[in-house]
């Protein structure tokens, strides 16, 4: 392939003539300095930005730029669903190598503006640049119409821990990608050719999870409306460093109940397992605390359809911490996720 002939502003231009539904009270997106909507349909607004860089969250030869484009939004969608917010409007800042050609740009923003549409949060805007990396940075906007954001810091002593969705699977899909290094998955675009590459069930499910994550937005506004939970967080750097971060908030610590939480299947080993559920990483399910009141209610209401509710621990009395109970013994965890910034860096 040769590289792209196309100038910023035929990028720019091949951006607005995909970008499509805005919200009614956008009153200007692509074209002008900034984007500009009127907050007055909305008690409440939620912010969040995110950035995925080559070579640290992700490595262009294990993804295509169509899952790639899909991914950056998702896991930015994930922050609002965190809080109980209803998308809005989303922004995109993406630096690229010289050397990328324009099917590559194509791929991605069909990929970006494919998840916008799914999801109700269109391209408002952003910038392109150049970089010696492919290097994305996104901004969601969220809102809800009747305030009662949730935040981490709800938590309280006697709530249910609860788990909305998987853990592990993306940590094993990362695994399978890095161990078989496959060429053709960087142009992998459809679930139906990933399926086939994959080969069985459970390594299908894996490199879903970790390729195509998925917001749970809609049982987060749920919870929201119905007022059914104290605090949420979105599982991105594993378990046990999320919940950790709402113990923190809240000042509370926290019990997790070994033989509650649900384990990647296809391991022969339960401890592996156990720590691939603690500290796997990029699961973007939905960790909340709520009384066991709200959890009886949630849970005989909850809609058809969506992932169940399950309970994996107890909030305590005590500085921020997290206890395993397993086999009748309780031991303190220290959470092992993914940290940008590790006080002892490794040595290479």
């Known amino acids: 392939m040769n590289p792209s002939p196309l100038s910023e502003f035929d990028l720019i231009r091949m951006i607005r003539r995909?970008?499509?539904?805005?919200?009614?009270?956008?009153?200007?997106?692509?074209?002008?300095?900034?984007?500009v909507f009127n907050p007055q349909f909305a008690e409440a607004l939620a912010i969040s930005t995110d950035l995925l860089i080559e070579n640290v969250h992700f490595r262009r030869k294990s993804i295509s730029p169509f899952f790639l484009g899909r991914?950056?939004?998702?896991?930015?969608?994930?922050?609002?669903?965190?809080?109980?917010?209803?998308?809005?409007?989303?922004?995109?800042?993406?630096?690229?190598?010289?050397?990328?050609?324009a099917d590559y740009f194509r791929e991605f923003i069909r990929g970006f503006l494919q998840e916008a549409r799914r999801w109700q949060a269109p391209l408002i805007?952003?910038?392109?640049?150049?970089?010696?990396?492919?290097?994305?940075?996104?901004?969601?906007?969220?809102?809800?119409?009747?305030?009662?954001?949730?935040?981490?810091?709800?938590?309280?002593?006697?709530?249910?821990?609860?788990?909305?969705?998987?853990?592990?699977?993306?940590?094993?899909?990362?695994?399978?990608?890095?161990?078989?290094?496959?060429?053709?998955?960087?142009?992998?675009?459809?679930?139906?050719?990933?399926?086939?590459?994959?080969?069985?069930?459970?390594?299908?499910?894996?490199?879903?999870?970790?390729?195509?994550?998925?917001?749970?937005?809609?049982?987060?506004?749920?919870?929201?409306?119905?007022?059914?939970a104290h605090a949420m967080i979105d599982v991105s750097d594993g378990l046990a460093s999320d919940l950790f971060h709402i113990l923190r908030e809240s000042r509370v610590a926290a019990e997790l109940q070994a033989d509650s939480l649900p384990l990647p299947p296809g391991f022969s080993d339960p401890a592996l397992a156990l720590d691939y559920a603690l500290n796997g990483g990029e699961d973007y399910a939905l960790l909340l605390t709520c009384s066991e009141r709200q959890l009886s209610k949630?849970?005989?209401?909850?809609?058809?359809?969506?992932?169940?509710?399950?309970?994996?621990?107890?909030?305590?009395?005590?500085?921020?911490?997290?206890?395993?109970?397993?086999?009748?013994?309780?031991?303190?965890?220290?959470?092992?996720?993914?940290?940008?910034?590790?006080?002892?860096?490794?040595?290479?």
């Open 125 to 228: 805007g952003g910038d392109l640049s150049r970089a010696g990396t492919v290097q994305i940075g996104v901004t969601v906007t969220g809102y809800t119409s009747a305030g009662n954001l949730i935040y981490r810091s709800g938590a309280r002593v006697g709530d249910a821990v609860v788990l909305i969705g998987e853990l592990g699977l993306s940590r094993l899909g990362l695994e399978i990608l890095e161990r078989e290094q496959p060429i053709e998955i960087a142009w992998v675009k459809k679930k139906t050719t990933l399926k086939k590459w994959a080969g069985t069930r459970q390594r299908y499910a894996a490199l879903k999870a970790h390729l195509l994550p998925q917001p749970l937005l809609r049982p987060a506004r749920w919870l929201q409306e119905q007022r059914l």
């Open 71 to 101: 991914k950056a939004l998702a896991v930015n969608l994930s922050d609002l669903a965190a809080m109980g917010a209803r998308p809005y409007a989303s922004l995109l800042a993406l630096a690229l190598p010289a050397d990328l050609t």
């Open 298 to 348: 949630a849970v005989k209401n909850f809609p058809a359809g969506l992932p169940p509710l399950q309970k994996i621990g107890r909030i305590v009395s005590g500085k921020p911490a997290i206890y395993l109970q397993r086999r009748g013994r309780r031991t303190r965890l220290t959470p092992r996720g993914f940290e940008h910034f590790p006080v002892n860096p490794p040595r290479f």
């Open 18 to 35: 995909q970008a499509r539904h805005f919200p009614p009270a956008l009153l200007k997106h692509i074209g002008d300095d900034c984007a």
